[in-house]
């Protein structure tokens, strides 16, 4: 979706600033975070791309006012109240005011819910596009879920790769199911996308789904 979230390419923001020995959690209470959206994945609810999508659609002041587990805590608790596995009166107390329904999540579950899954999946066609060809961003402004940057749209690059196709992030969020979708790695040169302004030699690699792209 078109939102504050979508920072690439954007200026204002400052530098960032990385934290030497940056630790793993800041406050106990961010691993406590991080174990719920575990516990979550646990249940199947929601798949990464609606979270995803849950974060993308915080408010503006939220977003850009909000630390990385403040954005997941603010994640689980409006897909908790959206898929009606809690009440805002229990989030507001710390408790459910019945048990949850079985099964419960166990220490057994972790290694099975942090591995890494797959999201390739077969086609019934071939790629429409082969490394080399040149290629324009679809200029769309999707109110639901994209993995197209905005500062990519309506600009050309260069098939870089082609993968295999992979489950369709946008269709997921839409409740429409997988819809696999051939994946591109795409070059996009710096003053293509940035014009005089950029810096000499710089270019940008986005992986692309081919919906997103069309014939330069």
Known sequence: MDGVHDLGGMEGYGPVRAERDEP???????????????????RGVWNIDIGRFAIESLPPRVYTSSSYYELWLAKLEKLVLQYHLAEADELE????????????FTAADVARVLARGSFVRGAEWGPRFAAGDRVRASNIHPRSHTRLPRYVR???????RVHDPNVFPDSMVRGDGPQPQWLYTVRFDGE?????DA????????NAFEPYLESA
């Open 199 to 206: 810096e000499p030699d710089m270019a940008v690699s986005v």
């Open 24 to 42: 793993v959690f800041h406050h106990p209470w961010e691993g406590r975070v991080y174990a719920l959206n575990t516990a979550m994945s646990a």
């Open 93 to 104: 107390r710390g408790h459910a005011d019945v048990p949850g329904p079985e099964p419960r």
């Open 154 to 160: 309506n600009h050309v690059g260069v098939v870089e």
């Open 192 to 196: 293509e996308l940035w014009g005089g």
